[in-house]
């Protein structure tokens, strides 16, 4: 056995991995012990909480905080003054914490208070004089990119000529009079993917179905709000406990927009309650610790659910163009898509990742995407769960399931004709490698659930999805205890599990009980750079580290046994939890336990640990594929998920449950996404829905259970094979439910969500025309 | 507004607070009383992470005032456990990995005990639809409803075996436990 290869020599025997032993958190998350963001407190901390815009878009003429100031019990008022630019800082996140001049949506930031308890902070906040001037203001993605929209950024983003983009000639249609504005427009990015000749490849088909859709801006929906302390000295060390997916990156943003050394802040994680992407920036965090520094003490700032949802991450608003060509026998000959995704009030709405992953499923000769990423007066969009990637997929998998129908192939037999497999350049650029799409299909075909006879008023769908998975920056430490115990220290969030998978990986790779292995999430200034806990790449990242930190902790292992026994180190092996001479001419010693090894640290050398970190790649690719049944009700519109299947690749599940459980979540977020949930705006640009009540996620008596079968394709980055569960779920649910919806009732759903009045009004649409 | 003293039983103990009287009981529990094992994830009812018991019956305690629960009994997740003894339900939710993130397991785990104290044979629908004030975001119900409906079995099956080893007993033994209550069926 290799100890440290760069290149991961597959193991395929386990004895630990792929069985499911109980969290080592979870005794304390199932008696309440466990300690979320807001079940923080410091010793004399002040109650922290924020002014938020009413306007969707005005200019912030003045901000009197005097009487605020003046009031008993108020410590602290800060405004954008006391975050003072520093360079080098992220502009738009610095703005976004805080409004600068304009408020540029409802919720955005505009000055916050701490005091002794939260009811002066309520009454400090509502003494504050703001004086606003009120500007014309956009939310919707295809109205912002016209020339007749209120810019955000004046100057900042190239005036465009509207009717040369595609979006004009193959969306709208409508030429519009005037073409460009002199202070710019609302478009803060282009892309272009793809290969081949698109034209020249529709001349080919048999077939042609190209649509517009629209979905609506979604919350990631965490049961747990944003929620932070800290605590700013006179000296200028600082700590901050907080919820997030990315310790590392809250120190250093927050150090880089406060102007700090990043060694004074120290960030503890706490157990978080729920991210899918919306905890992956700062918001509060920045403030609270402004707050902290202006008034010499600690201060807790926990956002309300209507905060959450006005403005933390919701995920982009799209609106598409999908074209597919094929062949009478199914083979897909051209494919064309435009998309545009806008992203609040910032730039970067996931719109670059929607292009790449829309054809991403299918192996195709010409195909084209283009992507608009567009800013309108909406919270900054935050990452959810594969970015980008369910909205293209609903529309691509909506005009494959179209296809399919109008050539009578089954919907499952058409994607497996046209499934990227090894060797298949992809879409958006790079070749694969080995892949699971083919086996999904397969699977999801031989399932009993496809059998299943539909009655009346039912249907099935059926759609793929893809996800890349990332990689990234990761640091692992092991170290060995005096009783042959371990404990191990990763600096990667532990989302939904990730600690026992991590501990079953550790006892594999040594030999020993899972119950052996003790996983913490260490604090900033204990372990190295770690990247977010994002993109599905926790088990396959820290994974791989705590792999190779163990490899290296087994090395120094068999040199002390090498030590004990007097023999060369290259003489020595390791085989079930204790160090061996590695053959007969080594000598004929006994076994050392790793016990003994332990207990022997100290006379043979000193404390005994593992380390290892890597910029780490060979993330693998998952494919997924869902089916689904529903039931419409004819009278009201209504519609029951009846049955759910989610088929997808996991390389190698480390621990089942959890790979499962993220194959469930996904699903059932995906589900909200298709039949409750959206951002509702009025008007006046304000949401109107900023709460659980109106904004409905799915809840348990709307679901079936979701079942699940875990496919594993292994991925070669991985010593185990392991590839990332968590996003992949997510994309095929918007397409699936639609399509079993129009098996249904025979209405293409191409608008999300597909409320029971939008269902109804399709489906008297259809009898009126029948009529 | 003048701080209110309350005297009240949480957990089946004695406990006294002042607070103002615009808190919630969630508010005291959590930031007077140091018992943060129930979560804000709304306040205003919508989410069950708060939930616990007022005289047995489940609540949100984000919509209950601390001022009103003087006299009352109050059961929160800290007292579900016995000792070092899980109760089933935090059992099953364990070895189901019926929890990912956790944040609403609390919510979950006292609303369910409500469930088993008043049906210990429910079907999937009674408790989907009993758990439905209770909101998760990460595991789509799945294992949650599998590791209640599980506990429900094994509860069922501890009391017909008791009722055997006990064949003196009056009453049948689903109505036994049901009236004295989950919490002490294990």
Not at chain 1, 172 to 180: F, L
Not at chain 1, 299 to 311: A, H, I
Not at chain 1, 437 to 455: C, W
Not at chain 1, 743 to 759: E, N, Q, Y
């Amino acid at each position: 056995m290799p100890l440290d290869a760069n290149t991961p020599d597959l193991r395929t025997e386990f004895k630990s991995v792929g069985t499911r032993p109980n969290r080592p958190d979870g005794v304390d998350k199932v008696t309440g012990r466990a300690r979320f963001g807001a079940d923080f407190s410091a010793p004399g901390q002040l109650v922290g909480l924020v002014l938020r815009s009413p306007h969707a878009h005005a200019r912030i003429k003045s901000i009197d905080t005097s009487a605020a100031e003046a009031l008993p019990g108020v410590k602290a008022v800060i405004t954008y003054k006391d975050i003072p630019e520093q360079e080098g800082c992220d502009k738009d996140v610095l703005v976004n914490i805080m409004a600068r001049g304009t408020a540029l949506y409802d919720g955005h930031a505009v000055a916050a208070v701490a005091a002794t308890d939260a009811a002066v902070a309520r009454k400090a906040l509502k003494l504050i004089k703001v004086d606003y001037k009120v500007l014309k203001h956009v939310t919707d993605v295809d109205e912002a990119m016209k020339p007749s929209a209120p810019v955000l950024h004046p100057g900042r983003f190239e005036p465009v000529d509207y009717n040369s983009l595609e979006t004009a000639s193959h969306v709208s249609g409508k030429q519009e009079t005037k073409t460009k504005t002199r202070e710019g427009s609302n478009i803060a990015g282009r892309y272009v993917f793809g290969h081949g000749d698109v034209d020249k490849g529709f001349k080919q088909a048999d077939i042609i179905v190209e649509h517009e859709f629209k979905t609506e801006a979604t919350h990631q929906g965490y049961i747990e709000p944003h929620a932070c302390v800290a605590s700013v000295s006179s000296d200028g060390m600082a700590e901050l406990w907080v919820c997030t997916q990315g310790p590392f990156m809250v120190r250093d943003v927050c150090a880089s927009l406060l102007g700090m050394d990043v060694s004074r802040l120290r960030v503890t994680p706490s157990e978080i309650g729920g991210g899918f992407g919306g905890k992956t920036t700062v918001f509060i965090e920045p403030v609270a610790l402004a707050l902290s520094r202006k008034a010499g003490k600690p201060v807790k700032v926990v956002m309300s659910r209507s905060e959450v949802f006005r403005c933390t991450g919701p995920t982009s608003s799209a609106s598409m163009w999908v074209k597919i060509g094929a062949k009478k026998d199914g083979t897909f000959v051209a494919a064309d898509a435009v998309l545009k995704y806008q992203g609040g009030a910032f730039p970067g709405s996931p719109v670059e990742m929607g292009a790449m992953c829309a054809f991403a499923c299918y192996d195709l000769r010409n195909v084209r995407i283009v992507g608009y990423d567009v800013v309108t007066n909406r919270p900054k969009q935050a990452a959810y769960r594969a970015p980008g990637a369910p909205m293209s997929a609903f529309a691509v998998e909506g005009v494959i399931g179209e296809i399919a129908d109008k050539l009578g192939i089954d919907a499952i037999d058409i994607r497996l004709k046209n499934a990227a497999k090894e060797g298949t350049v992809s879409s958006y650029g790079p070749t694969f490698g080995p892949v699971g799409l083919v086996e999904t299909l397969e699977a999801a075909k031989a399932h009993k659930n496809y059998k299943v006879k539909l009655g009346k008023n039912q249907g099935r769908g059926v759609a793929s999805g893809f996800w890349f998975n990332f990689a990234g920056n990761t640091c692992v430490s092991i170290n060995l205890n005096v009783d042959g115990t371990l404990a191990l220290a990763l600096g990667t969030v532990d989302i939904g599990g990730s600690r026992a998978s991590m501990c079953l990986m550790a006892a594999e790779e040594l030999g020993i009980a899972y119950d052996d292995v003790r996983a913490i999430i260490a604090d900033t200034s204990s372990l190295g750079y770690n990247d977010i806990s994002e993109g599905s790449r926790v088990t396959f990242s820290s994974g791989l580290a705590t792999i190779k930190a163990v490899r290296d902790l087994k090395k120094r292992m068999c040199g002390r046994a090498a030590k004990i026994w007097g023999i060369p180190e290259d003489a020595v092996k390791w085989e079930n939890g204790a160090a061996h001479p590695a053959g007969a001419n080594a000598g004929g010693f006994d076994p050392l336990s790793i016990k003994e090894i332990a207990a022997q640290a100290s006379a043979t050398g000193g404390p005994l640990a593992g380390h290892y970190e890597i910029n780490a790649e060979g993330a693998g690719p998952s494919f997924a594929t869902h089916v689904c049944d529903v039931e419409v009700d004819p009278e009201t519109g209504a519609m029951k998920v009846l049955r759910y299947l989610v088929v997808q690749d996991a390389g190698k599940a480390i621990h089942p449950s959890y790979v499962e459980g993220q194959y469930q979540g996904g699903a059932v977020q995906g589900i909200g996404w298709v039949l409750n949930e959206e951002y509702f705006y009025g008007k006046d640009g304000t949401l109107q829905n900023a709460g659980f009540l109106d904004y409905r996620i799915p809840v348990c008596s709307d679901v079936p259970m979701i079942d699940t079968v875990i496919v594993e394709v292994p991925n070669p980055g991985h010593p185990y094979g392991v590839r990332g569960v968590g996003e992949t779920s997510i994309v095929p649910p918007l397409a699936c439910v639609a399509n079993a919806v129009s098996s249904a009732i025979g209405v293409r759903a191409r608008t999300l969500p597909m409320s029971p009045p939008k269902v109804l009004a399709a489906i008297e649409g259809v009898a009126a025309s029948k009529a | 507004m003048s701080a209110v003293h309350v005297s009240t039983k949480i957990n089946g103990d004695d406990v006294e607070f002042v607070c103002r009287p615009d808190e919630s009981l969630l508010d005291v529990l959590r930031d007077r009383l140091g018992m943060t094992g129930s979560k804000e994830g709304c306040g205003t009812g919508d989410c069950g992470s708060c939930s616990v018991t007022l005289d047995g019956r489940l609540v949100c305690s984000c919509l209950v005032m601390g001022a009103e629960v003087g006299g009352h009994e109050i059961g929160t997740i800290e007292g579900m456990a016995q000792g070092d003894k899980l109760h089933p339900l935090q059992q099953k939710f364990l070895e189901g990995a019926a929890l990912q993130c956790g944040i609403c397991t609390p919510g979950f785990l006292i609303a369910a005990r409500a469930l088993l104290e008043r049906n210990m044979d429910p079907t999937e629908t009674e408790v989907r639809y009993w758990l439905a004030g209770n909101l998760c975001r990460c595991t789509g119900y799945d294992k949650i409803v599998r590791a209640v409906m599980d506990t429900a079995k094994d509860m069922r099956k501890a009391a017909a075996k008791s009722s055997a080893k006990k064949p003196a007993a009056k009453k049948s033994p689903a109505k036994k436990t049901a009236k004295k209550g989950a919490r002490h069926a294990a």
